[in-house]
């Protein structure tokens, strides 16, 4: 008789990097377009260079604390979903292991699998791990996707900081008469960078990518420079 030896399987996915990736995208991206914003705003109300350093130092704090609290509040959310989720399952599992045996086989038919196999493939599994199959199949909770708070607001406050820095960079180093020009052109720039590496990171077409967080940002600066200068104030 062949024998058989079986492996782990040590590929890895895009997908194990999307909870901190998202995050990431995220706070750098918010972290550009939120201080550029401020300072082409300010500046377009001819605000003074101290004025606008301080605007953006106040906007690179201020906006990376916000996106740690609202990211790891948003995702403590979805991780308590999920434990509710999973708690009433195992309950469900105690009280009656058969309704939920014939609720997986028929997932599995759905799915393509001929009943008889289907069957075989469920009593397997939930012989294995029957809440973790659960979770999987019936409730697309997986160790990849799963939400972790802790980890959200890190990546998030981080690469927010990390995006801010740059216009900041620009503010203190730019020609105070050209001040506005440089922090848009610049910021634009950074946007493209960012599209580009995200996309690298997690496979998805670079020019697209890039392109879209570029104009989007770009549009946020414009409209906010266009505030300041119709103003005249502070925006």
């Known amino acids: 008789m062949r024998s ?40 377009a109300a001819n605000a003074s260079h101290a004025n606008i350093m301080t605007t953006a130092v106040a906007g690179l704090v201020a906006g990376a604390m916000s996106m740690a ?97 740059m216009p900041l960079a620009v503010v203190a180093l730019a020609p105070a008469h050209s001040l506005l020009v440089w922090t848009v052109v610049s910021a634009a720039c950074l946007l493209a960078l960012l599209g580009t590496i995200a996309a690298l990171v997690g496979g998805t077409p670079i020019v697209k990518s890039a392109l879209r967080v570029t104009f989007w940002g770009t549009l946020a600066m414009v409209v906010t420079a266009g505030v300041g200068a119709l103003f005249g104030a502070v925006v």
């Open 4 to 43: 058989y030896q079986y492996r782990a399987h040590s590929e890895r996915h895009r997908t194990e990097r999307i909870g901190w990736l998202r995050a990431a995208v995220l706070g750098a991206n918010d972290g550009i377009i939120s201080t550029a914003s401020l300072v082409a705003g300010v500046a």
């Open 69 to 165: 609290a609202g990211e790891f509040v948003s995702v403590y959310s979805q991780a308590d979903t999920e434990k509710a989720d999973l708690e009433r399952e195992r309950q469900e599992l105690a009280a009656d292991g058969e309704a939920e045996h014939r609720e997986l086989t028929a997932i599995y038919v759905h799915r393509g699998l001929e009943p008889e196999l289907a069957n075989h493939v469920a009593t397997q599994l939930m012989a294995h791990d029957a809440l973790g199959a659960h979770a999987r199949d019936e409730l697309g909770i997986s160790e990849a996707l799963s939400a972790r708070p802790l980890q959200a607001a890190m990546a998030s406050a981080l690469s927010f900081a990390v995006g801010a820095a």
